[in-house]
Nanobody, 111 residues
């Protein structure tokens, strides 16, 4: 069974930075990336690789960067200039909405 393990969440002040990591128990599928879910809201795409193409939600463009190390089966999300509205549980995903999900890591941005 494929597992995704996230790390790197935490509490940070507005304007700060965090780097999330997600390590898979096997090589990545073609689609791998990050979603987030804030309290009372639907889960939403943050950043994703589809093959070699990257996609970001508009609100994180220029602040977040997704990258990966295929040799380590690890995908990263560098988050800079964090805002309180970025507060959410961040989930690693492989294979899209019907694919494999990690357990999530909490990111809290204080104002």
């Amino acid at each position: 069974q494929v597992r995704l393990v996230e790390s790197g969440g935490g509490l940070v002040q507005s304007g700060g930075s965090l780097r999330l990591s997600c390590t898979a128990s096997r090589s990545f599928f073609n689609v791998v990336g990050w979603y987030r879910q804030a309290p009372g809201k639907q889960r939403e795409l943050v950043a994703i690789f589809s093959g070699d193409i990257t996609e970001y939600r508009d609100s994180v463009l220029g602040r977040f960067t997704i990258s990966r190390d295929n040799a380590k089966n690890t995908v990263y999300l560098q988050m800079n200039s964090l805002k309180p509205e970025d507060t959410a549980i961040y989930y690693c995903n492989m294979g899209g909405a019907s694919g494999i999900w990690g357990q999530g890591t909490q990111v809290t941005v204080s104002s």
